[in-house]
T-cell receptor
Framework: DVKVTQSSRYLVKRTGEKVFLECVQD?????MFWYRQDPGLGLRLIYF???????EKGDIPEGYSVSREKKERFSLILESASTNQTSMYLC?????????????FGSGTRLTVV | QQQVKQSPQSLIVQKGGISIINCAYE??????FPWYQQFPGKGPALLIA?????SEKKEGRFTISFNKSAKQFSLHIMDSQPGDSATYFC?????????????FGKGTKLSVKP
């Protein structure tokens, strides 16, 4: 069963900590995405990547960075966690071929920063 | 012009009723319109999708209606069931674009009362 796996379902971190959220996909997809989901705000794109070592800023990149050293793995990094980064974080992947745009999402990581 | 506007934000329907969620877009280059369904604690999953060469697509109790001239599309859930209670996201993309990123609406929380 093909899937996107996020390493943690729940995380609690302290303000100022460096936080790593990991995402792995087994579908050989070129594209990977990180979103945060907050009530009433929907899915907001943080960063995305079209290829290994490539990254592009999404709509809300401030306070975040990403790393993609291998095709199947895309990491989201909170350099210095703050309480306003408490949220649900969703990873997704997709094929890059034109006309094929369906995303597969992971189950999410609910991060609480205290 | 990249926005997708979704309404309503929340919806309560009686069991057996029809649930209707609406979305509107501005970018005429969009040519792929999926709907995603998200249950609590899970990531969004592709439910049904349509391309603008047809005005309607039906899969079981779920139907997408598409109005190209009005730049609107909607999801109809017939004979709504409590198990349909979830958050629904519409989305749009230009699949002929360089990578075809999906642009998501803000979501509709559907509650179906028994």
């Amino acid at each position: 069963d093909v899937k996107v796996t996020q390493s943690s379902r729940y995380l609690v971190k302290r303000t100022g900590e460096k936080v790593f959220l990991e995402c792995v996909q087994d579908m050989d997809h070129e594209n990977m995405f990180w979103y945060r989901q907050d009530p009433g705000l929907g899915l907001r794109l943080i960063y995305f990547s079209y290829d290994v070592k490539m990254k592009e800023k999404g709509d809300i990149p401030e306070g975040y960075s990403v790393s993609r050293e291998k095709k199947e793995r895309f990491s989201l990094i909170l350099e210095s966690a703050s309480t306003n980064q408490t949220s649900m974080y969703l990873c997704a992947s997709s094929l890059s071929r034109q006309g094929v745009v369906g995303y597969t999402f992971g189950s999410g990581t609910r991060l609480t920063v205290v | 012009q990249q926005q997708v506007k979704q309404s309503p934000q929340s919806l309560i329907v009686q069991k057996g009723g029809i649930s209707i969620i609406n979305c509107a877009y501005e970018n005429t280059a969009f040519d792929y319109f999926p709907w995603y369904q998200q249950f609590p604690g899970k990531g969004p999953a592709l439910l049904i999708a349509i391309r603008p060469d047809v005005s309607e697509k039906k899969e079981g109790r779920f139907t997408i209606s598409f109005n190209k001239s009005a730049k609107q599309f909607s999801l109809h859930i017939m004979d709504s069931q409590p198990g349909d209670s979830a958050t629904y996201f519409c989305a749009a993309s230009n699949s002929r674009g360089s990578q075809g990123n999906l642009i998501f609406g803000k979501g509709t929380k559907l509650s179906v009362k028994p």
